[in-house]
């Protein structure tokens, strides 16, 4: 299968600070890939670099065949760029919006594929509403319509849901799914591990680095030891006392409940309630779980602090 993308050593610097530490990863042709890191990563300036925005420090990276330093105006005319800030004008209707767009790109002949998409992403009732009146949800939607109305073969979805509600968080992804089926190929961050999880494979970013990088099922292999999911009162108290004890390799805390790592359940257990009790702390109840994306993440990221 083709590569779309191929990044070799991609550096950005800002003063002293390496905002993209020499990265270098490639996506395969109609793949879905996601980029998940916490903000500050360099997951938004990899992108900007990527479309043309701003220029590396050093590296390079090629799209679709074409070179971003000498091949931008190619590469520009076969990628979406979705910016976490994407620009929808509320003065203009969905239909008057989705048209500006194509007019930036030079598609004459856009009114077919406008009532495709108007149609693909549920937008059709709402074609003469002024984007200022739509939902969080819509405008996402609208987002993508505009950014797919020059049919591009390979998208960059730069956390295309955030602030976006569950429901309409689902159907965008119901919205992507349907995209991979056209064989476009499917770039984008996100600070959702659940949506990473969705993805074909994932790289897990972390100050301008990239520190795994293979499938959601494979990435979870790397965890060392099992995870214990433990429901107690006190969780700062509990935390506290867990972190750094010995038998325990990490925790981490989700809400109401406790993630410890042991290297082994059972045996691991036994010492989280021993602790605890000598704690003052009484377990309501616990169970064994698979590790989670999230999960590998954070012990990466405290392994590495």
Partial sequence: MTDALVIEGLAKSFGALRAVDGISLSVREGEMFAIVGPNG??????????????????????ILGHDIHTGMEQIKRQIGYFSQRFTLYGDLSVDENIEF?????????????REELLAFTRLTPFRT?????????????????????????LILLDEPTTGVDPISRMDFWKILSTLLKTNITIVMCTPYLDEAERCG???LMNKGAVMALDTPANIKGQMRGEVLEIVC???RTATRLLKG???????QTFGDRLNVVVDEAKAGFTRVESILR??????TDWRPVKPSLENVFISLITRAA
């Fill in 245 to 251: 004890a010995d038998g325990i390799l990490d925790v």
């Fill in 129 to 153: 509403r002024l984007a200022d009146r739509l939902s969080g949800g819509m405008k996402q939607k609208l987002a993508l319509a505009c950014t797919l109305i020059h049919r591009p073969r």
């Fill in 41 to 62: 990563s360099g997951k938004t300036t990899l992108f900007r670099m990527l479309c043309g925005i701003m220029k590396p420090s050093g590296g390079t990276a090629r």
């Fill in 233 to 235: 009162g006190e969780i």
């Fill in 101 to 113: 767009f194509a007019e930036i790109h030079d598609v004459p002949d856009y009114r077919q594929f």
């Fill in 201 to 203: 494979r994932v790289a």
């Fill in 278 to 283: 000598d704690g003052g702390i009484p377990i």
